[in-house]
């Protein structure tokens, strides 16, 4: 177990609208030592990104974050990425294209080069999708129904082959990034080369501070501001006293309350865009066979506890929309015919048929997980206990022991919250990451939250391999309603991507999922 979080910093209009919902007497653990934060304004050369999480390397193997993808791509790149419409785009391939249903040819551009001046090659790309498919709880591996094969042609050009059709390849191949085959590694790197606009001057895993200084010799348009500077500040209290302060550029993950605080300073501005991210209150499914929540009725019973319209306007002050389905609606292929609803009465009713009595759920979350993370597991500890169910929460700490608890090598809970990022765009990643489950997945740990249905992972499977684009939107359909017949969260939301930064900053431009191009950003003098 680990000890209470920190407390959060209350407005006063988050205090009424807290207690409101959960009334008076609401104790949060003590506070912790001070932690991170910027160290002084920054010259005029240099920006500087406050982070709510701790960007513990630029390798995304075991952990991508939303707002860490802009810093991990401004150092290294795929052969293609997402662009701000969420379409496919190439970076380091000239040409990718499908050339057989189950054959994409690539050919390296002639220009790249590593940082250091060496060329990039396809034995780069053969290793680094070897390294990917190796390390233990990747990130990335639930978003692959296989992995394709390198099939070298010449020095420059490849072909990806795999068993089945995989018509979204070239979304899914923005995601593994390109390292020197010799200094690769089946592990989240912490040091390195890469082919993007920036290099590493200087960087802290414990603390989770980098400095990043432009590549000089950076194949493709060279990055406008000379110097990034990279800093982890957890507690949104302080980014927000350093962004009025000016000691820095750019802050992301902001709660309703401090985005109002700051649109209305002379100097900031603050960016909201419809978001791809979905944020859910998750069911543990590796529960034993006789657990209460082993049993779909009960976590639909569960749902209907919850007043997903007060925690959305109220508590998240409309910065969120309560879920209309199992992936957020922004993504292509997404459905929303599905909605959650607020019956207490209900709830009650149906736990009381299914037997469940004196039922006890543990929440666990990391702090910073999503916007007023500490607000919403309060409310809904009260939305249960006016249902009869007792709730603990275990609030982690950056940095601290809840991949183990995921993965079901920690401590026992119930319930995680937890923000599922999109990578490419597309309801089908969403889906195959989070319930694509497999026993043969789930021996390694490599599921989402212990979720395996195969005859949910088949549609999935279907639908990923099919070309035509309407029967594969047809077989997503089936898929999400097939996945929310099997009740896998107490509650979802999907967030709008907000940050604030200084009007001194120009030319940066959102995107959906939380990131932006670091290199096209500028900054006034």
Not at 182 to 206: C, F, H, M, W
Not at 464 to 489: G, I
Not at 496 to 503: E, F, K, T, Y
Request: hydrophobic share 40%; with cysteine; proline share 6%.
């Amino acid at each position: 177990m680990t000890p209470p979080g920190r407390e959060p910093a209350l407005s006063r209009r988050s205090f009424l609208r807290i207690g409101a919902l959960v009334g008076a007497g609401v104790a949060f653990g003590p506070s912790l030592a001070a932690c991170a934060g910027p160290t002084g304004a920054a010259g005029p050369g240099t920006m500087t990104l406050a982070l709510n999480r701790s960007l513990v390397s630029l390798d995304n193997k075991l952990n991508q974050f939303d707002a860490a993808v802009t810093v991990q791509r401004a150092v290294r790149q795929g052969l293609t990425s997402i662009d701000r419409d969420l379409r496919v785009t190439n970076v380091l391939a000239e040409r990718f294209e499908l050339t057989a249903p189950t054959q994409w040819t690539v050919r390296l551009r002639d220009d790249i080069r590593y940082s250091d001046g060496s060329r990039v090659a396809v034995a780069d790309v053969d290793t680094a999708l070897a390294m990917y498919q190796q390390v233990q709880g990747s990130f990335l591996a639930g978003f692959f129904p296989e992995w394709p094969r390198v099939n070298q042609l010449d020095d420059r050009t490849f072909t990806l082959d795999t068993e089945r059709p995989f018509p979204v390849l070239d979304y899914l191949m923005a995601n593994i990034l390109i390292t020197p085959a010799k200094d690769n590694k089946p592990e989240e790197l912490q040091s390195g080369i890469g082919t993007g606009p920036y290099v590493v001057a200087e960087s802290s895993r414990g603390t989770g501070d980098y400095t990043l200084r432009r590549n000089e010799n950076y194949w493709g348009t060279r990055a406008v501001v000379p110097e990034v500077r990279v800093r982890f500040v957890p507690e949104e209290s302080s980014r927000v006293v350093s962004m009025r302060s000016g000691e820095v550029d750019v802050i992301d993950t902001i709660s309703p309350d401090s985005a109002d605080q700051l649109a209305g300073l002379p100097g900031v501005h603050v960016e909201s865009v419809d978001g791809t991210r979905t944020n859910q209150l998750f069911y543990n499914f590796r529960k034993p066979e006789d657990h209460p929540l082993s049993n779909p009725k009960v976590r639909e019973a569960l749902t209907y506890a919850i007043d997903q319209h007060a925690l959305a306007n109220d508590v998240l002050a409309g910065s969120v929309t309560s879920a209309t389905g199992v992936v957020a609606a922004t993504l292509r292929g997404a459905t929303d015919n599905h909605a959650y609803t607020h019956d207490p009465r209900k709830a009650r009713q149906m736990l009381d048929a299914a037997g469940v009595r004196d039922l006890e759920l543990t929440l666990i979350w990391e702090s910073g997980e999503f916007a007023s993370d500490a607000f919403v597991m309060e409310a809904v500890t009260q939305m249960l206990g006016d249902v009869g169910v007792r709730v603990k929460l275990h609030e982690f700490q950056p940095g601290g022991d809840i991949s183990a608890w995921r993965q079901g090598k920690g401590g026992d809970w119930d319930v995680l919250g937890n923000g599922y990022g999109n990578p490419t765009g597309l309801a089908l990643t969403s889906l195959q990451g989070m319930y694509g489950g497999t026993p043969e997945k789930e021996a390694t740990r490599d599921t989402y939250q212990g979720y395996v249905f195969p005859d949910v992972a088949q549609l999935i499977v279907d639908a990923s391999s099919e070309v035509d684009d309407d029967r594969r939107d047809q077989l997503l359909a089936r898929a999400q309603d097939a996945v929310w017949d099997t009740w896998p969260c107490l509650w979802a939301f999907v967030p709008n991507s907000v940050l604030a930064q200084r009007d001194r900053v120009r030319d940066l431009l959102l995107a959906p999922n939380n990131s932006y191009d670091l290199s096209a950003t500028k900054l006034e003098a």
